[in-house]
C-alpha cells in the first residue's frame, strides 16, 4: 500500500522568511496530493492540493510543487507569518473509488517575530 | 457555521464500556470519511461511505468498532468493549466528490 514520509518533522523560521516541507510517496497509482494544517484543538483544514496532470499549483503565498518521476511532493510557504505556526501535513490518494487519504507524519512549523 | 460538526468534542471512559459518537457532514456531501489520529501522528483512514453506503473498511476497523449512515447524512462510529489503546482523536470528513476532504474539529476519547 501507500507511504508517504515527510520532512522536516520541525521547522523553526523567522518572521518573512520562506519555509519549504517535503514529502516523498510510494506508490505510482497515487494522482491527488493535498496538504492541511492544523492548528491545537482543531481539525486538519485543507490548504492546497495539487494533481499529478499538474507540475506547480500557487494560491497568495502557498505554492506546491510535484515531482512524479521521483514521487516526491513540496509545499513552499513564502512571507511566513506568526499565524502560519502549526502542524502541516501532506497526503497522497490514489483516485480510484474511495479517495482515502494516507498521510505523512506531520511537520510542526514555527514562526519566531 | 456550515462545516462538518462533531459531537462530542471529548469524551472520558472507563475501560470495558461502549461509546459512541456523531459527526453531521457539509449538506449535499455524499462522502464520509472517518480517521483515527493519536498523538503526533498524521490522521489514520478507518472507513469512508457514499450516501448511505459503506463502501471501505481499514484494518483498523476491529470487530469491536462499526459505523453507520442511515440516510446518507448523518454518521456514528460506536466502539464496544474499548480499550486503553483506543485513546485517539477520531475524525470524520466529508466530500462531494471524494478529492477535497473537509475536517470536522474531532472527537478527542480517552479511555482510562
Known sequence: GENVEQHPSTLSVQEGDSAVIKCTYSDSASNYFPWYKQELGKGPQLIIDIRSNVGEKKDQRIAVTLNKTAKHFSLHITETQPEDSAVYFCAASEVDSSYKLIFGSGTRLLVRP | ?112
Not at chain 2, 484494518?59 to 449512515?69: G, H, K, P, T, V
Request: glycine share 8%; with cysteine; proline share 5%.
Open chain 2, 1 to 112: 457555521d456550515t462545516g462538518v460538526s462533531q459531537d462530542p468534542r471529548h469524551k472520558i471512559t472507563k475501560r470495558g464500556q461502549n461509546v459512541t459518537f456523531r459527526c453531521d457532514p457539509i449538506s449535499e456531501h455524499n462522502r464520509l470519511y472517518w480517521y483515527r489520529q493519536t498523538l503526533g501522528q498524521g490522521p489514520e483512514f478507518l472507513t469512508y461511505f457514499q450516501n448511505e453506503a459503506q463502501l471501505e473498511k481499514s484494518r483498523l476497523l476491529s470487530d469491536r468498532f462499526s459505523a453507520e449512515r442511515p440516510k446518507g447524512s448523518f454518521s456514528t462510529l460506536e466502539i464496544q468493549r474499548t480499550e486503553q489503546g483506543d485513546s485517539a482523536m477520531y475524525l470524520c470528513a466529508s466530500s462531494p466528490t471524494g478529492d477535497e476532504q473537509y475536517f470536522g474539529p474531532g472527537t478527542r476519547l480517552t479511555v482510562t
